[in-house]
């Protein structure tokens, strides 16, 4: 019902499509119940009593309101079509938006296959819902209250037994929206699941190719798409049984009614005119009626679609306010950090601070919380303790212009699909092509031909270190005042290694680097170096010592 306020709320916004499509479902439904009136004058006056001014005015009365109703059809099947196509363009846009403004955590809560599945799949069938709910829910059954009044007004007993069927179709509304809605959903998370173990191939093709991963990712993708295809044939299965159980009903309706309305032609209480007339009114009643119960049945299964999209659109979102950052002056200051997701403790009271300017490395063996702590640093994640860019703890700044003056680069090096300029100009809108070169100089990209060149990460054009050296470019273009390393440099070799650091400490000297790495070369270029221990600060000093440290703890854990 929730679900159902929601969607109507945001329909508010298409109202005048919506009276159009509403002045479409009047003027049809009103035009079928004239034709089935209509029906008595053509038999009655114009045939029975062979008046041909009775015959042609009938006529052409009956074929102005077909016209009359074809328009209103129209109406009705345009503008419905046209504010359901706007509003899923318009929630397309907001899914997308969604998935940048949320946070980080939040995002990761998701897969590619699920939010795809959401912003592709699960919009269509919104869209379709909303398209056709309007002349279901409400064409359908104006059309069907109109014709019941012709019915009533023909002969009210006969119509009133009618009335003994609304139960059966009640029934029948809540079975067959309980059955499609169930395998709906299970239709849906395998499609989510599908895409899932798509791009895992597309992700892993070496590996799954050479390890002997082929048969058993064969064997877990036909399972998946053997639950898809029941589902789906599940919700053929219920739709068409809904069809066949809603006509047969009315067929048998209908040779009662015939019978009995037979017997009172036969007695004389009733015209022929009238008969045709209640019978006309009875077959055009028919398809509406199936029509609204199915409409039922369909919203009732797609809340559940509505209810899917409502949990991305839901998403927490990262905060907007803050002051704003407008540069490091002092240095960045990290007092009793302590990061836990889902309850495990990721950082432990982890306490240090760094000047303006300095270059720090952070160590610590695989899974001691250093990618978290830059995290933190740039505010994807949530933390206790405090946080200070010179005098603002974090939490006071306004994110997006902190994350204008700093920069991250992670080990998995971010490269677009599309031109090596496109890579380029996300770090710096404004750059022209001579800084453009001198970037990808002193990023080592040498393989770089031309701007206008296509990289693909997913097609494997660029090989892992020569995407990290892309992803270095762009920091040379960003200027950044804080610049966070996290293994950004681990596929590139020694000696290219430290060319491209190098690079960056002498045309950044004001900013501050800390450093994630392994290299024991880099390390020792740096300043000062933390060393992190399974969340712990354990040591804070002399990059020399910092080693030292590194390599008993490490020599602790061989022996463990
Ligand atoms: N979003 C997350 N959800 C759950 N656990 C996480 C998340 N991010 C990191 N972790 C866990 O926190 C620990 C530290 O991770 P990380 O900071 O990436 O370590 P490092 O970069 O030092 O290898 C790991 O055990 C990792 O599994
Ligand atoms: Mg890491």
Redesign the pocket.
């Known amino acids: 019902m929730e679900h159902l306020i929601w969607v109507i709320k945001r329909l508010k916004n298409y109202y005048h499509y919506i009276l159009l499509a509403l002045f479409g479902v009047v003027l049809e439904s009103v035009s079928t119940a004239g034709i089935s009136l209509m029906v008595k004058k053509l038999v009655d006056e114009g045939m029975l009593l062979r008046s041909w001014e009775g015959l042609t005015f009938g006529t052409l009365l009956l074929l102005g309101l077909a016209l009359a109703q074809q328009l209103g059809n129209f109406l009705v099947s345009y503008y419905t079509n046209a504010y359901a196509e706007k509003e899923a363009k318009e929630l397309r846009g907001l899914v997308f938006e969604k998935l940048l403004r949320s946070s980080f955590?939040s995002v990761?809560g998701y897969s590619l296959g699920e939010y795809t599945t959401r912003v592709l799949s699960d919009l269509k069938l919104y869209r379709d819902l909303i398209g056709s709910s309007v002349v279901k829910l409400v064409r359908d059954p104006a059309t069907v209250l109109l014709l019941f009044g012709v019915l009533l007004y023909r002969d009210w007993k006969l119509t009133l037994t009618l009335l003994a069927l609304l139960p059966i179709i009640a029934l029948s509304v809540e079975y067959f929206g309980r059955k499609k809605g169930k395998h709906l959903r299970r239709s849906q998370e395998s499609l989510e699941k599908l895409i899932n173990k798509l791009g895992d191939v597309f992700r892993g093709y070496e590996s799954i190719k050479t390890l002997p991963a082929q048969e058993l990712l064969f064997g877990w993708f036909r399972d998946i798409n053997e639950k898809a295809y029941r589902a789906g044939l599940r919700m053929a299965l219920y739709s068409s049984f809904n069809s066949t159980f809603n006509f047969t009903v009315g067929y048998l309706a209908t040779a009662l009614l015939l019978f009995y309305g037979g017997l009172k032609v036969l007695e004389g209480s009733l015209t022929f005119g009238e008969l045709a007339s209640y019978l006309t009114a009875l077959m055009l009643i028919q398809m509406p009626l199936v029509e609204a119960q199915k409409g039922i049945v369909e919203v009732r299964a797609s809340l559940l679609v509505v209810q899917r999209l409502r949990q991305v659109l839901d998403l927490e979102e990262e905060m907007e306010k803050g002051v704003e950052f407008v540069g490091l002056k002092e240095g960045i200051n990290v007092q009793r950090l302590s990061v836990s997701?889902?309850g495990?403790d990721?950082l432990k009271g982890v306490s240090f601070s760094i000047r303006k300017g300095e270059r720090v490395a952070v160590m610590?063996s695989?899974?001691?919380?250093?990618?978290?702590?830059l995290r933190v640093l740039c505010g994807f994640v949530p933390y206790e303790g405090q946080v200070y860019y010179d005098e603002k703890e974090l939490r006071e700044i306004n994110l997006g212009t902190l994350r204008s003056k700093i920069a991250y680069l992670s080990q998995e090096s971010f490269v677009l699909s599309g031109t090596v300029r496109e890579n380029l100009l996300i770090a710096n809108p404004n750059a022209t092509e001579e800084e453009m070169w001198e970037a990808l100089r002193l990023s080592a990209c040498h393989f770089v031909e031309s701007l206008d060149e296509i990289v693909d990460k997913e097609s494997r054009m660029l090989s892992g270190g020569e995407s990290q050296r892309l992803a270095l470019a762009r920091l040379f273009l960003k200027k950044p005042q804080v610049l966070l390393l996290?293994e950004a440099t681990s596929a590139l070799d020694a000696q290219t290694e430290s060319f491209v650091l190098k690079n960056l400490f002498e045309k950044f000297p004001e900013t501050t680097f800390i450093v994630?790495a392994h290299r024991f070369s880099n390390i020792l270029a740096s300043e000062r170096a933390l060393v992190?221990k399974d969340?712990e600060l354990i040591f804070d000093g002399e990059p020399k010592r910092a080693i030292e440290v590194f390599l008993s703890e490490d020599l602790q854990v061989d022996a463990f």
């Open positions: 955590l990761r997701i889902d495990r990721i610590g695989t899974g001691s919380g250093k990618s978290t702590l996290d994630v992190l969340g």
